[in-house]
């Protein structure tokens, strides 16, 4: 699946993609675990195709951002409830609309 995405990635740029998945395949050979990435290996494989390579890791880096952000979560009702009781008590007679737990 990532090989294939890659071959694309590389495809797209009208790299010549064969060349380009042989010098990936030899920087991130475990299964491609992205997350072995050293400063010492991102400086070699950039200096390979600095252009399109370094693409290709911001694409990557810009995917684990996106994987790792939360959305908001509901609470079930019995913590719903403690919550509204605690920020009633906080704001006293104030207008409660909506409170937004993060």
Same mark, same amino acid.
């Given at each position: 699946m990532?090989?294939?995405?890659? =071959?694309?990635?590389?495809?797209?740029?009208?790299?010549? =993609?064969?060349?380009?998945?042989r010098i990936f395949q030899r920087y991130f050979p475990n299964n491609y675990n992205l997350n072995e990435l050293t400063n010492d290996i991102v400086e070699d494989f950039l200096s390979h195709n600095p252009i399109a390579n370094e693409g290709l890791l911001l694409g990557i880096e810009i995917g684990k951002h996106v994987a790792? %952000?939360?959305?908001?979560? &509901? &609470?079930?009702?019995?913590?719903?409830? =403690?919550?509204?009781?605690?920020? %009633?008590?906080?704001?006293?007679?104030?207008?409660? =609309?909506?409170?937004?737990?993060?």
């Open positions: 990532v090989k294939g995405k890659v =071959e694309k990635f590389y495809n797209v740029l009208g790299y010549k =993609e064969k060349e380009d998945i790792h %952000q939360r959305r908001p979560q &509901l &609470l079930n009702a019995k913590y719903s409830a =403690e919550i509204s009781r605690f920020a %009633q008590q906080q704001i006293g007679n104030l207008m409660q =609309e909506q409170l937004l737990l993060y």
